[in-house]
C-alpha cells in the first residue's frame, strides 16, 4: 500500500495540484488526502477510483509494479497486429514500464485502404517510412511522402489513407496510451 500512497502523492505534485484542488476533484477532504499521502489512513477502492480520474489515469497505474520495467523491444519481439475488420497492420514498438504516457507504433496500411478516426483527447505524430499517405485533418487534406511528418492534436477530425498501388507505412506515435 505504501508504494500506492507514494503514487498519489508523486502524481499530484506533478501534475502542480494542491491537497485543496485534489479535494475539489474527488469530493475527498483535504485532511482524508493528506493521510492516504502519509500512509496513515487505509484506502477504499472507490476513494482511488475518485484520485484516479482526478488524474486522468487508469486505476491500474497504481497497481503496477515500478520494478517490472522493460525499456528494450527487440525487433524480434515485436507482434503486428490488426484490428477487426481492418486490413491495416499494427506493431507496438513501446517499452513497458509504469506511467507510460506514449503510444509508439508502425502502422503497415495496405494499397487504396483508409482509417477514419473518431476525435478524441491527445496528440498524433506520424512519420512516413514508406510509400505515402494522405491525412485529412480537420478537413484539410495532406499528401505526404516518405520522409514527411504531421503533428496534430486528436480532438480535431482526422483520417489517412494510402493512395498507393502498393503498401504504405509510418510511424506514429499517439497520446494518450491505447494498446
Given amino acids: 500500500m505504501e508504494e500506492i500512497y507514494q503514487e498519489i502523492k508523486r502524481l499530484r ?6 491537497l485543496k484542488v485534489l479535494s475539489e476533484r474527488t469530493g475527498l477532504s ?9 500512509g496513515s489512513s487505509s484506502l ?12 486522468g489515469v487508469p486505476i491500474t497505474r497504481f497497481f503496477e509494479a515500478e520494478f517490472n520495467h522493460n525499456y528494450l523491444l527487440k525487433s524480434e519481439e515485436q507482434k503486428p497486429f490488426r484490428l477487426e475488420g481492418s486490413s491495416t497492420v499494427y506493431t507496438r514498438l513501446n517499452g513497458e514500464f509504469g506511467g507510460r504516457s506514449l503510444e509508439p507504433l508502425l502502422v503497415t496500411l495496405a494499397p487504396k ?12 505524430f506520424y512519420y512516413v517510412l514508406k510509400g505515402a499517405a494522405l491525412f485529412t485533418v480537420d478537413g ?7 520522409g514527411d511528418t504531421i503533428h496534430f492534436p486528436s480532438n480535431v477530425p482526422h483520417s489517412w489513407e494510402n493512395p498507393l498501388s502498393e503498401d ?5 506515435v499517439v497520446t494518450p496510451v491505447i494498446f
Fill in 168 to 172: 504504405s507505412s509510418f510511424l506514429c
Fill in 140 to 146: 484539410k487534406e495532406y499528401f505526404m511522402r516518405e
Fill in 13 to 18: 505534485l506533478e501534475q502542480g495540484y494542491t
Fill in 44 to 55: 477504499a477502492i472507490t476513494s482511488l477510483k475518485k484520485i484516479a480520474d482526478a488524474f
Fill in 30 to 38: 483535504v485532511s482524508f488526502l493528506s493521510q492516504v499521502e502519509r
Fill in 113 to 124: 485502404e483508409k482509417q477514419a478516426r473518431d476525435s478524441h483527447p491527445g496528440e498524433e
